[in-house]
């Protein structure tokens, strides 16, 4: 775990604050939300804090806002301080094994984090201890059953690593498998959405097609998001 931690140290050292809070992930959480007014919410993986200060502007009573990473905690902290935002806190965290209460949660979200941990099964389930009964978890992840899977499988057969903005820990997530893991950590599966069609291209970014987008190809879109409901 120290390698990892370690690496994600130098990873994030050298990225700015998403201020923005805009990534694609963002959005489809963004979408589905509704109201946070009063709520105790979980951000885990929040890196460099800007969705963090996005949620903690919509009104919920109190944020923790949570990454493996100091150096991320420590950008995001600086960015609720610059933007007055009391009612979010931040901490050094290990999603496989957070240091919170069962059902200490009213929504907990996870943004593209589950599969650069060591066992994303395990931080589903982890996910799911801290959320109160009726509480939502709004879980996104890379999902590779497009083109991007194909360029992935790709990669590997021809021995040059993939990775997913050079993160060092990179699990292949697909949206069934990812829907699975919420199943098995004894959640409801309320919703799920994508968003994200690209050509692989060689030498360059690969190419979106935002109209695949709008036929709701949610099961082959690169961006994939799970909403879930704890049992009362």
């Excluded at 290990?94 to 009213?106: E, S």
């Excluded at 009964?133 to 059953?145: A, D, E, K, S, V």
């Excluded at 098995?184 to 692989?200: N, Q, S």
């Amino acid at each position: 775990m120290s390698g990892i931690r370690d690496a994600y140290e130098a990873w994030h050292e050298g990225l700015e604050a998403d201020v923005n809070a805009d990534a694609p992930w963002h959005l489809l959480v963004r979408k589905h939300l509704g109201s946070l007014a009063g709520a105790r919410l979980l951000e885990i993986g929040c890196g460099r804090g800007g969705f963090a200060a996005w949620l903690a502007a919509q009104g919920a009573g109190d944020i923790v806002a949570a990454d493996i990473s100091e150096v991320a905690v420590r950008k995001a902290a600086a960015l609720a301080r610059e933007r007055r935002l009391p009612n979010a806190r931040f901490a050094v965290a290990d999603l496989c094994a957070l240091g919170c209460a069962a059902g200490a949660f009213d929504v907990v979200i996870s943004c593209e984090t589950i599969e650069h941990v060591s066992d994303p099964a395990r931080a589903v389930a982890e996910l799911a201890r801290v959320l109160r009964p009726g509480g939502r978890l709004y879980l996104t992840t890379p999902n590779y059953l497009g083109l991007m899977g194909i360029y992935r499988i790709y990669r590997t057969l021809t021995r040059r690593p993939y990775t997913e903005v050079g993160q060092p820990v990179n699990h292949v997530t697909l949206l069934p498998r990812t829907c699975a893991w919420v199943h098995h950590a004894r959640l409801k599966v309320v919703l799920t959405d994508g968003a994200g069609h690209y050509m692989p291209w060689p030498r360059r970014r690969p190419i979106p097609f935002p109209k695949l987008d709008r036929h709701a190809l949610r099961w082959t879109a690169l961006h994939s998001l799970v909403v879930a409901e704890k049992p009362r």
